[in-house]
């Protein structure tokens, strides 16, 4: 490694360790670079790189899915889909434990966003649960558990960032994350029913006759038509995923102000405004990641990054081993979008010159940063799960620990069948 | 700082939050239009993919200004959250010193995104044939904003709540 | 010195070499001529290729793949040598691009944009359309979704009939797939490395569109060399724009017999046939240059350079 090269990441790392934002840190650290290296006529690209890192059409999905999760909690219609996932979850042993994790499942397809999975249902069930005599540090455990499989049941904002920045179809990569998505619900949802025996948690008492079924699913089934059209448009092929974004937002709209006129039109602004503030969030990492990825490129880092893997020889599982480390470790200290945005095309490229498939090495990566919101010392899930129950960090670790290890051993079969994740893309035939 | 100043600001701040929020409405418009074209008359107007494109920069750019004020930007906290427990005041100085190497880099920005802007003015666009440092022109605006917000908080501890 | 070179695609792209590996040769003969050093940065990792030009432009890197459409972005009249059946055969083409009409281009792009051009190379041959059917005269182009890029191909496609989607590169694949769009132009070395075959059952040889590129250099970078070096330089382009012509030929043969391996139908044009797409896309092209160039004269110039050269 270089000295000017070493500096750039030095330096990156230093910033944002002390709290710098990450956009700025990046520009910042590209500056420090020139300095450094006295290219002074290096600094209008420095600049440039953030207006056309941006520009991009598929990059547009980004605010565009972001307005349609917004506009979905702006609607009110969590209610709705907690009662469905009552009607369809309930019965089991632990019944709310597992109707928090199956509301995940249904509900995730909506915001795609875990942090948003748990500010709008975390509210809903922690409270519930302690009412039912779960320890307020289960209850937490559950949600923030179980708020990592949004972002891997379509539609999925990670997914529509990691498709447009490593240049991999996103709806494929959608198709992809779908079943592993599934399983890990379906491992939580086990891991639920055997400390329910253990532990004795109670059931769900409500009506369960098919008549109140039908009347939960009636309610819930317009809000739920905002998954299936945006996975039928694209896998459909009568729209790109940019165009699927919009069209979710316009008919997540349509539903807000039209059947359940639950949003008024200064709230209506205020969505507008808030999507805009989140996503230009997102998207300046973007550009300025765009400066940063080409400093990198001026140091020639992807070519070294790339020889360095095959040097190792470490064949499929070795290399998928060791990704996967790599993941793991960035995703506790960064959040996921950032991860992607900055190592996501590196790792992508490097990946699918180890004979990795572009499209498993995606899900994995994505199911994996995911995971890192589970574990100290970032992890955002688990902290915005605290402040809702109010347990105490240590009492949340050790109630979540054992979701985690279901979660980690979902990862290590996810990682080593690629099968899992490229089975449903070939059924439908990206 | 004065009241008359904090009214102007505070406005300067409703004004960009709602030209990002404008933004963000054309952007989803023109993609919702797009798809209806593609099936109502088979074609689409070659200005309107590029046009949401511009949209979607703008919004970006002014909402990452806006971001500045409201303390939003996306970071790891890690160190100043410690710090506070320990050593409050140590936190307030690297909270300025952040700031004040926010500053520097919108400060280059604007300089060079200027520089950006001349460079791109003999580039015309795809579909509007518009010279490129229209769009451009974005680079520097936002960062000015951006600049005296970062200013704000450095000079009178202006943190929106 | 360093001259550091941007390239579009990973190193060892298969079916690519006429790119790759021209910028290969030219950094061997550099290298091997004299103590200069070429860097060549693979897989967009200094940004996509309107970018890179406009890193060559500030002298930040010296040279890029950049070819005709991201040109056209900063030196508008080079666009007229994209227009539909200007050239019939792509020996034609060498010889206007390297006789007194390309020398002339060239100068003219080094005066308004700062790039030396060193020479013209090819970008893959001419372009083809491809769909889900035989496509053997305009009328079968009526009502496809064509997915082209830029008014320059929009229109003459339009005036066949067909309509046009501008879709990203990236999602051109899963577009043919599932239908958003039906059919595409590109050479066939684009058409094969991103496996159109798979979503394409029909591939005709239309050739309506020749695909180039400038082998350019940043030229404050080039003036400041002394003589030798600028020699050096001089021939090792020569000898790139050799080799990637005579690659270029012969890989575009081998992905034709490709794409006929992977079952796509492959229909090639008579004369007669070329000259009834050409008697509709060519006027419409023209029409739309004449006020979107900055020098009108040079399409007919251009013309006459074509007959000159046949
Ligand atoms: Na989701
Ligand atoms: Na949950």
């Known amino acids: 490694m270089t000295l000017s090269l070493s500096i750039l990441l030095i330096s990156f790392m230093g910033l944002i360790l002390a709290g710098l934002p990450i956009a700025w840190a990046m520009m910042a650290s590209v500056l420090i670079w020139i300095g450094v290296t006295g290219n002074w006529y290096f600094l209008p690209i420095a600049s440039e790189r953030v207006y056309q890192g941006m520009d991009s059409f598929v990059l547009m999905a980004v605010p565009l899915f972001i307005l349609a999760g917004e506009m979905v909690n702006a609607g009110k219609i969590t209610d709705r889909l907690v009662n469905f996932a009552n009607a369809i979850f309930g019965w089991m042993r632990g019944g709310l434990a597992q109707v928090n994790v199956g509301a995940s499942i249904l509900f995730s397809g909506i915001t795609g966003v875990a942090l948003g999975d748990i500010a709008s249902l975390g509210r809903v069930f922690i409270p519930a649960m302690i009412r039912q005599g779960y320890t307020p540090a289960y209850a937490a455990a559950v949600t923030a558990s179980s708020s990592i499989i949004g972002p891997m049941v379509p539609p999925s904002l990670i997914a529509v960032i990691y498709g447009s920045m490593a240049d991999v179809s996103i709806g494929a990569l959608m198709a992809a994350t779908l079943i592993p998505g599934l399983l890990i619900g379906v491992i939580q949802m086990g891991l639920i029913a055997v400390q329910a025996r253990y532990y004795n948690f109670p059931r769900v008492e409500m009506d369960r006759s098919p008549r109140a079924i039908g009347v939960a699913t009636g309610h819930a089934l317009v809000p739920l038509m905002i998954p299936v059209i945006i996975l039928t448009g694209m896998l459909g092929g009568i729209m790109t995923p940019t165009e699927a974004g919009g069209v979710a937002a316009a008919y997540a709209l349509v539903i807000s102000i039209v059947l359940y006129r639950s949003i008024r039109l200064s709230a209506l602004a205020d969505v507008f405004s808030r999507s805009a503030l989140f996503s230009g969030q997102l998207l300046i990492i973007v550009g300025c990641g765009a400066a940063f990825s080409w400093a990198m490129g001026m140091e020639n880092v992807p070519q070294l990054v790339g020889a360095t893997v095959e040097s190792w020889g470490l064949g499929y599982l070795g290399t998928m081993l060791v990704f996967n480390l790599i993941l793991l470790v960035l995703g506790m200290v960064i959040d996921p979008t950032t991860v992607i945005i900055l190592f996501g095309p590196l790792l992508s490229l490097a990946a699918t010159r180890a004979g990795i498939d572009p499209l498993h090495f995606g899900t994995v990566a994505i199911l994996n940063l995911n995971v890192g919101l589970l574990t100290p010392p970032l992890g955002v899930c688990l902290f915005a799960a605290e402040k809702i129950a109010g347990c105490g960090l240590w009492p949340l670790l050790r109630s979540t620990a054992p979701f985690l290890l279901v979660t980690l051993c979902m990862l290590v079969v996810v990682a080593a069948f690629p099968e899992i994740s490229l089975w449903l893309p070939g059924i439908l035939g990206f | 700082m004065n009241s008359m100043a904090r009214i102007i600001i505070d406005l300067v701040d409703k004004g960009l939050r709602a030209i990002a929020a404008l933004c963000l409405v054309i952007l989803t418009v023109l993609v919702v239009f797009q798809v209806i074209s593609r099936y109502g008359w088979g074609s689409v107007p070659l200005m309107t993919e590029e046009t949401a494109r511009y949209a979607m920069i703008w919004m970006a750019l002014l909402a990452a200004a806006v971001g500045v004020r409201d303390a939003a930007h996306i970071r790891i906290d890690f160190v100043p959250t410690l710090l506070e427990a320990v050593a409050p005041k140590a936190r307030r100085i690297l909270e300025v010193l952040l700031d004040v190497i926010s500053l520097t880099v919108f400060l280059t920005l604007i300089w060079f995104g200027v520089d950006t802007m001349m460079f791109a003015a003999g580039q015309t666009s795809d579909g509007m044939q518009i010279p490129l440092s229209y769009p451009y022109s974005i680079l520097p605006i936002s960062f000015f904003f951006a600049s005296v917000f970062a200013l704000l908080r450095i000079v009178a501890g202006d943190v929106r709540p | ?310």
């Open chain 3, 1 to 310: 010195q360093e001259i550091k070179v941007g390239l579009s695609l990973p190193q060892n792209a298969t079916g690519f070499d006429f790119v790759n590996g021209m910028y290969e040769t030219f950094k061997s003969e550099v290298e091997a001529n004299s103590d200069m050093t070429v860097d060549l940065v693979y897989a967009g990792a200094l940004g996509a290729p309107n970018e890179r030009l406009n890193q060559m432009r500030r002298g930040v890197i010296q040279m890029s793949d950049a070819a005709d459409g991201n040109y056209a972005t900063i030196h508008r009249d080079i666009q007229i040598l994209n227009m539909p059946y200007l050239f019939p055969t792509e020996q034609t083409a060498w010889a206007v691009f390297d006789g007194p009409f390309g020398q002339a281009l060239a100068e003219d792009v080094r005066e308004k944009t700062g790039i030396r051009v060193l020479g013209w190379w090819e970008s893959g041959g001419f372009k083809h359309f491809s769909a889900n059917k035989a496509i053997g005269t305009p009328g079968d182009m009526a009502g496809l979704k064509m997915r082209v890029l830029g008014p320059l191909a929009t229109i003459p496609v339009e005036a066949l009939g067909a309509s046009a989607a501008p879709i990203a590169f990236g999602e051109l694949y899963t577009s043919l797939k599932t239908g958003v769009v039906d059919g595409q132009d590109n050479s066939v070395s684009v058409f094969n490395l991103v496996k159109l075959h798979e979503v394409q059952s029909n591939l005709t040889l239309t050739g309506h569109t020749y695909a180039f590129g400038p082998l350019g250099i940043n030229d404050r970078f080039f003036g400041g060399l002394d003589e030798a070096k600028q020699k050096v330089i001089m021939d090792a382009a020569d000898k790139a724009i050799a080799f990637n012509r005579a690659k270029s030929r012969e890989m575009e043969a081998g992905a034709i017999e490709l794409a006929k391996q992977n079952g796509v139908t492959i229909t090639e044009l008579d004369g007669d046939a070329k000259a009834a797409f050409r008697d509709i896309m060519q006027p419409a092209a023209i029409g739309w240059l004449k006020d979107n160039v900055d020098t009108p004269s040079l399409i007919d110039e251009a013309i006459a350079a074509a007959k000159a050269a046949e």
